[in-house]
């Protein structure tokens, strides 16, 4: 099974950008949706962003137009880049893979 491996989380105030980065244990030439979900505390967890093998990406609507994710499958990466952050984007980001979940990177976005 692929593993992930994600980095870039961390706290940053509103109106801020972060970018997320996961890179899978093999590149992802053969490997469909890749993709970011989220979890709140309360909350369940939540697909934010997810990308196609071939680049055709997807938002939720609460991220659109803020957010940006894309990858790079010859480095088995996936990034989301993150602008405009709002207090209600805090939450814990996994990347999700081939079957596989990332152990999930911490978002805070406080004044």
């Known amino acids: 099974q692929v593993q992930l491996v994600e980095s870039g989380g961390g706290l940053v105030q509103p109106g801020g950008s972060l970018r997320l980065s996961c890179t899978a244990s093999r590149n992802s030439f053969i490997i469909g949706f890749m993709g970011w979900h989220r979890q709140a505390p309360g909350n369940e967890r939540e697909l934010v962003a997810r990308v196609s093998r071939g680049g055709v990406a997807e938002y939720a609507d609460s991220v659109k137009g803020r957010f940006a994710i894309s990858r790079d499958n010859a480095k088995g990466t996936v990034y989301l880049q993150m602008n405009s952050l709002k207090p209600e984007d805090t939450a814990v980001y996994y990347c999700?893979?081939?079957?596989?979940w990332g152990q999930g990177t911490l978002v805070t976005v406080s004044a």
């Open positions: 999700y893979a081939a079957g596989a």
